[in-house]
């Protein structure tokens, strides 16, 4: 599956912006959906997933404030981030991954097969 990511851009502290990942190849529909990002200087790190059954699960800096969603229609996942802060600032990457990928192994890189290129997000004034 291809997967491209697009939706980012510069944003001011406290506002909102929408990442989309559209997938090419094959359908959504059987596949964990997952977000990460990658500040400079820092390793990838998880941000959000979305697995088959439409279970969400978000790391502990974004919860409350990022939410994500699939569209198998639109063969899309989103990610809508709110009250965004400078911290939030990093390459967003979408990554597709087996439906059978169970909770604790959702956060780390290797569980996934396919990779979005990257869409930058900054959060400045």
């Known amino acids: 599956v291809q997967l491209q990511a697009s939706g980012g851009g510069l944003v001011q502290p406290g506002g909102s912006l929408r990442l989309s990942c559209t997938a090419s190849?094959?359908?959504?529909?059987?596949?964990?959906m997952t977000w990460f990002r990658q500040a400079p200087g820092k390793e990838r790190e998880f941000v959000a997933a979305i697995r088959r059954g439409r279970s969400t699960h978000f790391s502990d800096s974004v919860k409350g404030r990022f939410t994500i969603s699939r569209d198998n229609a639109q063969n899309t996942a989103y990610l809508q981030m709110s009250r965004l802060e400078p911290e939030d600032t990093a390459v967003y990457y979408c990554?597709?991954?087996?439906?059978?990928?169970?909770?604790?192994?959702?956060?780390?890189?290797?569980?996934?097969?396919?990779w979005g290129q990257g869409t930058l997000v900054t959060v400045s004034s």
């Open positions: 190849g094959r359908t959504l529909t059987s596949l964990t």
């Open positions: 990554a597709a991954g087996t439906d059978r990928l169970i909770v604790s192994s959702l956060d780390l890189v290797e569980s996934y097969h396919s």
